[in-house]
């Protein structure tokens, strides 16, 4: 059967939404015997023989999958079902295994009452390609910052367009490269934009004021998936999740100090951040370690061209400090031992041509966290630019590793920072000259305020080739309607390995690009 993406999308869209109360909703069955696919179909961490596959019910469910790799589901695979309860906020995920490689796979979802298992819902359908075991052309994007700064979703200026924009590059996958949802940003309804004109939020209950509770930090997730162009491209491109701090609160680390914030009732930390992850881990598709079931940094191998290595710079970093500690300890890492001994020994073990690094934060960008008019390190880069201190130290380690070992083609893929840049990190002009030289990309935000651009420090020889960001004219938090959203496309070329970095404006206008060719042994 020939299949064209292009066209299901259309199919989709013209049949999974329609609108309910002013709000992008699943088009099913809205009689109280039925139930309700409430929040869509997501699919992540594709690999050539498997991927995660997610939905959420409107009430205790039996939920059934079917796995086809035909559009008309004449081949279908029934997966055994599974229970949606109340426990995991009726959500449901699993791990489809098995597939064939470098195929176009559809999985359908109907949900039955387990009060009444007569009564079912309409299916919906989702769509990913499993990754390739021999060489063709890989396409991605990655961003990050979803509905931060009190910019929500406007259904009058077309919600978070900057979605729409994306899928229609046709991605095999999409990285979400941290503050995915904003925890600590409730949205007004109504905000005066410099124009005259007004900005009108979409509010629920759960965005109208900080999380703290384990329901309010579901609501966060289940407020993104509100808007019609997240839940078309999570229906046809699988997102691979990697987490910050606006999943919890803005700059978290165990030096966080909620005491004077008002806004919070609960202050401790640690137990927001331990709700914040069981909310993260509940409401994506992200896979789940057996060793360590909260565990975000992972390998997804996407062919023999490209493995992606996603780390994680929050759930094990030191205090917020200084950073200016001359060894590694609690207070000064940021990775952590058993984060970058595993690391190491996966880059080691890659026979992939490219190796990226997804990396929630930039490595030479400074980033403060101001806290009683004292400056502290909220990212790497510790601002001194000389020899390697606080966390830089970590770094320094790794990349002196990746020389050292022969490992070649890593490039770095970040965000956080709210505009868009090109940083190659030169040892000719670093402080710290003992690594090959790198490229690290920069996007962001998706939909929410434009920021920047921040200092560099020349610890590792940091030079910008490209930067996109407000001038000070239009300042700070410069909302989605200025154009000013940003994500990354990379393609990879099958016949010549090139990689090839593109950097985009939500109106798929592109700002940068550069081809990198690859070195073989």
């Known amino acids: 059967m020939s299949f064209s993406r292009r066209s299901f999308l259309k199919s989709t ?41 997610w939905t959420r019910a409107d009430r205790p469910s039996k939920v059934m999958f079917e796995i086809a790799t035909r559009e008309d589901f004449a081949n279908a695979r029934r997966l055994a079902p599974l229970n949606a309860l109340p426990d995991t906020d009726l959500a449901v995920k699993r791990m489809v295994e098995d597939l064939p490689s470098d195929q176009e796979i559809f999985y359908r979802v109907t949900l039955a009452d387990l009060n009444d298992v007569n009564a079912t819902s309409q299916p919906m359908v989702g769509h990913f390609r499993t990754a390739p075991t021999s060489k063709r ?12 700064q009190g910019w929500g979703i406007d259904k009058a200026r077309g919600g978070m367009k900057i979605y729409a924009t994306m899928v229609q590059h046709q991605p095999d996958f999409f990285i979400h490269s941290g503050d995915t949802v904003y925890s600590d940003g409730p949205l007004k309804e109504e905000v005066e934009l410099k124009d005259g004109t007004i900005w009108k939020n979409i509010v629920t209950p759960e965005k109208s004021k900080v999380a ?47 005491t004077d914030d008002a806004r919070y009732t609960e202050k401790n930390v640690q137990l927001l951040s331990a709700r914040a992850a069981r909310a993260f881990h509940e409401m994506t598709p992200i896979s789940y370690m057996p060793a360590e079931p909260g565990r975000v940094y992972r390998k997804i191998p996407y062919g023999p061209m490209l493995d992606v290595f996603f780390l994680d710079l929050r759930s094990y970093r ?27 020994r996966e880059l080691v073990n890659s026979k992939a041509t490219w190796k990226v690094i997804a990396c929630d ?43 050292s070992a022969g490992i070649d083609n890593t ?47 020349g610890t590792f020889g940091p030079e910008v080739k490209f930067v996109k960001a407000p001038t000070k004219e239009q300042g700070g938090n410069l909302p989605p309607s200025m154009g000013l959203q940003f994500f990354g496309l990379v393609e990879i070329d099958g016949a010549t390995e090139q990689l090839k970095v ?10 940068y690009s550069v081809t990198l060719d690859p070195k073989f042994a």
Request: glycine share 8%; with cysteine; net charge negative.
């Open 137 to 148: 052309d890989v396409k991605f994007v990655w961003s990050g910052d979803t509905v931060g």
């Open 13 to 53: 869209a013209a049949t999974g939404l329609v609108a309910a109360g002013g709000l992008a909703m699943p088009a099913l069955s809205r009689a109280a015997s039925r139930p309700v696919i409430s929040h869509g179909v997501q699919s992540g961490d594709v690999t050539a023989n498997s991927g995660m596959v």
């Open 411 to 457: 490039v770095w893929l970040t965000a956080d920072v709210h505009y868009t840049a090109a940083h190659y990190y030169n040892p000719d002009k670093a402080a710290f000259q003992d690594f090959d030289p790198f490229w690290e990309f920069v996007s962001g935000p998706l939909h929410a305020g434009t920021f920047g651009p921040n200092d560099l420090d």
């Open 361 to 403: 934060m930039p490595i030479g960008l400074c980033v403060w966290d101001t806290h009683k008019d004292v400056k502290r390190v909220e990212a790497v880069a510790n601002g001194d630019n000389g020899a390697p201190k606080g966390r830089e130290l970590e770094f320094a380690d790794l990349l002196r590793f990746i020389k």
């Open 318 to 344: 030191g205090p917020n400090s200084d950073g200016m500690q001359d060894a590694v300890d609690e207070k000064s890492q940021v990775l952590g031992a058993e984060q970058i001994a595993w690391l190491k």
């Open 212 to 258: 703290e509770t384990l329901n309010e930090y579901r609501g966060q997730w289940k407020y993104n998936m509100m808007d019609e162009n997240v839940l078309a491209m999570s229906r046809e491109v699988p997102t691979f999740f990697q987490w910050d701090d606006h999943e919890v609160v803005n700059n978290w680390s165990a030096s966080k100090d909620l």
């Open 502 to 511: 593109r950097l985009m404006d939500s109106g798929d206008t592109e700002l």
